[in-house]
């Protein structure tokens, strides 16, 4: 497929889809009802103020999330050359909720508000790096993926730490939620402290495609082709760390974005890196999106938590993608 | 939480500590009245609620220890009076070391704690939860009994119902409608110690009145659709901030907030369905007295 | 007129020496090989001498040290082709070789005329214009061998090293690639190979330089340095000369008696 008719058929299915987000909710509104509270001029202001100002929000920040960890995990396939790389499996978004947790809870957010989000963006760029200098160049699947259950593990297990030493009455229910993410009852707010830091680490990944492409020749090649791959390294660290951890400092933890989105759009853009990104982006929106109408839509007694849908649609993907590349690697 | 445009709070203050000490007061007489030498065998509470009972119906001096809950401003309603006494673990050690030889809990806990504690020969009474003012006497009665002190659980139970008495008869005709809220959206419907009060204080519950039974959650949307006349809160002025409360951080409940007036009640009142609970139902009334 | 050089270039790895002292040039308009047994530093040398490898000493083109070079220059005067392919994602042949022409393009631009030519150039004289669209993984290893040297071809730099092109190839391609060599030689770029092969270093090369355990054994025309002395001493080999057309052969003929 032509790549300019990919971004624009992707573009329109997640317009699409964020339309369908603001006609989900728990008060029943009509598609025309929809419109005119967007534009407000709805007949009712209480339709304004639940399309405005609750399902607008929520459907941006949840695009948001997706493009970040969709770009995210496109570019770590890349830079590692290996299709399991994810946000989530490489632990990135574990640490971003620990750096998250620890924030909130000695009360350094609460003296300076952006704290919240820089904390985030820093253990995630800390966990990034660290499973670079763990698995390294040319990781292979088994040596990449202990690393990032190890780098997990240790995150998670800090962060329940975290919450135990402090007084929450709460902190296993919000345990859940750093580790499943939720958009529920987000505001623009959420999405006003996400989007800088979301926006520069975009444009940070943006600039790895050139370094990707020639990376897939090997290290070596990269190099003789003028590719600072060092710089290459650090670019994506920090453009990842910067996207992921401000997706998770808002929403939580959401898993498998990063890898099913790259792994189902590779071969629509004939398996070359930098073209693989842009795409990567609106898919990883699409996808959470979606996920977040599921939530809406399937009855439940409380809401789903997002990570729960794309996890049992990533898991089963991921398992398959084992068995296809240990089938090949044979 | 700060005083906000439109808003009323209770009374705060000495009233709660008066009102405690006058229970006591009550209490101490009927003891006095008593005045048995007996050896009472030492008790002791494990849990927030238990405290509350132990604390309304022991003899003051055979109390082992409280929770360590006890001591919480924010939970216990018997704080003022915890301080002398030992604080205890959830745990069969703590209570062994108390010297307790009865100890008073509420229906959750581990029970390999009581098997253990049981295995000592330790005896165990667990107070029944309350959802209710006829549930909360029935608690009180149970343990009453247990503790042999039913003619002290007799006085109290005359004073609560006097009250709650002159609660009804004081209330204006409307019934406006009220929403509990928590900071994570969390509200109580029907069948809560929470709705039994606001009935009580005449007001209407919106959670009920959505459907809601037990503890719930409101849905954000559906609240812009049906206001209420009135917040309810408890403890929502945490200062931490948390994913968990994204509810309350939105800004459509915070404009809400900020045009409805709110009535805080202190958490420890119903934190558990015991005594306090009469003075919640009062401190809702007094605030549908006070000015806006 | 040099334009590569490398002075007294030595590559440690560990406490291990594994290229030492090692000084080599080449000018315009010639194809020089390296020789050596396996584990000589042929390809450490010529890593060093692309910049991929730090090492000690000093080389420069056209007099400038090549350290000295913003990678993006260095990329579009020298190219490389390693020895292993890499090849991570099946992208398709004309992709591929495209990568070639990065030194050239800026981020975010489209491709040129001269880039679209260059590619096109690459692909026919590597007889792979007929593979345009097939994927890496459905090429055999010879089809592979051929796109990755169009690639290092499409690049266009003056000075060519490349580490073993024609040992995954069939006797026909073998030709066809060294033909290719020599052309680009006589047109007046450098060209640096390391080869395995002594028959075609004695055909094709100008000049050939001999490593041994990283030391240069010896350096200069095939026929001078490819006596039965150094096959003896480095190979221990000994081997059968002939000629044909005019041009001498040699074959390795047969292990020597210790």
């Not at chain 1, 040596?143 to 009455?169: D, E, F, K, R, Y």
């Not at chain 1, 070359?272 to 898919?283: E, I, K, T, V, Y």
């Not at chain 2, 003051?60 to 018997?78: E, F, K, M, Q, T």
């Not at chain 3, 002939?242 to 292990?255: F, K, M, N, T």
Request: aromatic share 6%; proline share 6%.
């Amino acid at each position: 497929m032509n790549r300019v008719a990919l971004v624009l058929l992707l573009t329109v299915m997640m317009t699409a889809f964020l339309f369908v987000s603001l006609l989900v909710g728990t008060v029943p509104l009509t598609a025309g009802t929809a419109v005119r509270a967007l534009f407000g001029v709805a007949l009712d202001p209480r339709h304004v103020v639940i399309v405005q100002d609750i399902r607008l929000p929520r459907a941006i920040l949840g695009a948001m999330v997706g493009a970040s960890l969709g770009l995210s995990g496109a570019v770590l396939q890349g830079l590692l050359r290996n299709p399991l790389a994810e946000p989530g499996l490489t632990g990135t978004s574990s640490c971003a909720g620990l750096g998250a947790v620890i924030a909130l809870y000695f009360g350094w957010s609460a003296a300076f508000p952006l704290a919240l989000p820089l904390a985030a963006m820093g253990m995630a760029g800390v966990g990034t790096l660290l499973l670079f200098l763990v698995a390294g160049r040319n990781a292979g699947t088994l040596t990449l993926i202990l690393t990032g259950v190890a780098l997990s593990s240790l995150a998670v297990a800090l962060t329940s730490l975290a919450m135990n030493l402090s007084p929450n009455p709460y902190a296993l229910s919000e345990m859940v939620m750093w580790l499943l993410g939720s958009l529920h009852d987000r505001s623009f707010v959420d999405v006003t402290l996400a989007l800088p830091f979301a926006a520069a680490g975009w444009l940070i990944l943006a600039t790895t495609g050139r370094g990707l492409d020639a990376l897939s020749l090997g290290e070596e090649t990269a190099a003789s082709l003028g590719i600072r791959v060092q710089r290459l390294r650090l670019l994506a660290i920090i453009g990842t760390a910067l996207a992921v951890g401000a997706a998770v400092a808002t929403t939580g933890s959401v898993g498998f974005v990063g890898l099913v989105v790259p792994h189902l759009l590779r071969p629509l853009v004939r398996y070359q890196p930098s073209h693989l990104l842009l795409p990567s982006a609106l898919g990883g929106a699409i996808l959470v999106v979606l996920a977040d109408i599921a939530v809406r839509v399937i009855p439940s007694s409380s809401e789903l938590m997002l990570g729960v849908l794309t996890s049992l649609v990533g898991i089963p993907f991921f398992l398959a993608l084992i068995l296809k590349l240990q089938w090949s690697e044979r | 939480m700060p005083a906000r445009p439109g808003s009323t709070t209770n009374g705060g203050g000495p009233r709660p500590v008066l009102r405690i000490a006058s229970i006591l007061a009550v209490v101490a007489v009927a003891a006095a009245a008593k005045a048995e030498p007996s050896s009472r065998p030492t008790i002791a509470s494990i849990d927030l609620c238990a405290d509350q009972a132990v604390v309304a119906l022991a003899d003051p001096g055979s109390i082992a220890g409280l929770s360590r809950w006890a001591r919480d401003v924010n939970l216990s309603p018997v704080a003022p009076v915890a301080g002398n006494l030992p604080s205890l673990a959830e745990s069969a050690e703590s209570v062994l070391m108390s010297g307790a030889s009865t100890v008073v809990a509420d229906t959750y806990g581990d029970a390999k704690t009581f098997a253990l504690l049981d295995r000592i020969g330790v005896t165990i009474f667990r107070m029944p939860a309350a959802d209710s003012f006829a549930e909360v006497f029935v608690a009180l009665r149970l343990i009453a009994r247990d503790l042999h002190e039913e003619a002290k659980e007799r006085i109290l139970e005359a004073d609560l119902s006097t009250r709650l008495d002159r609660l009804q008869a004081s209330l204006p005709p409307q019934r406006p409608r009220a929403a509990y809220v928590r900071a994570d959206g969390g509200t109580a419907g029907d069948g809560t110690a929470v709705d039994a009060a606001l009935a009580a204080a005449g007001y209407r519950n919106l959670a009920t009145d959505l459907g809601i039974h037990g503890w719930g959650r409101l849905d954000l949307e559906t609240l812009v659709m049906s206001p209420p006349d009135v917040f309810v809160t408890s403890s929502f002025s945490s200062r931490r901030w948390s994913l968990h409360d994204a509810f309350g951080r939105h800004p459509v409940f915070r404009d809400m907030e900020a045009r409805v007036p709110t009535v805080v009640v202190p958490a420890r009142l119903w934190s558990c369905g015991g005594w306090p609970l009469v003075q919640a139902a009062e401190t809702l009334a007094a605030a549908r007295r006070e000015p806006r | 007129m040099t334009i590569l050089s490398g002075e007294r270039i030595s590559v440690h790895r560990g406490a291990r020496r594994v290229l030492i002292d090692a000084d080599v040039d080449v000018a315009r308009g010639e194809l020089v090989g390296l020789l050596g047994p396996n584990g000589a530093g042929k390809t450490t040398l010529l890593k060093a001498l692309s910049g991929l490898l730090p090492c000690t000493g000093r080389a420069t083109f056209e007099g400038r040290d090549i350290r000295a070079m913003s990678p993006d220059e260095r990329s579009r005067r020298i190219a490389f082709l390693p020895q292993t392919i890499e090849a991570h994602w099946p992208m398709p042949v004309t992709a591929v070789v495209a990568l070639g022409r990065l030194p050239h393009r800026r981020h975010f631009t489209p491709p040129a005329q001269a880039d679209r030519e260059a590619v096109r150039n690459a692909m026919a004289q590597t007889d792979v214009t007929s593979l345009a669209s097939r994927r890496l993984n459905s090429l055999s290893g010879g089809e592979l061998a051929r796109v990755f040297l169009a690639r290092a071809l499409a690049v266009e730099a003056p000075v060519l090293l490349a580490d073993e092109p024609v040992s995954h190839l069939d006797p026909g391609h073998q030709l066809a690639v060294l033909d290719l060599f020599r052309q680009r030689a006589d047109r007046g770029d450098a060209v640096i190979v390391v080869l395995h092969d002594l028959g075609y270093a004695a055909r094709y090369c100008h000049r050939i330089y001999v490593l041994d355990q990283g030391v240069t054994v010896a350096q200069g025309r095939p026929t001078d340095v490819l006596s039965d002395d150094l096959l003896h001493r480095v190979y221990g080999i000994s081997a059968a000369r002939a000629s044909h057309d005019g041009q001498s052969i040699l074959v390795p003929w047969q292990v020597a008696r210790p």
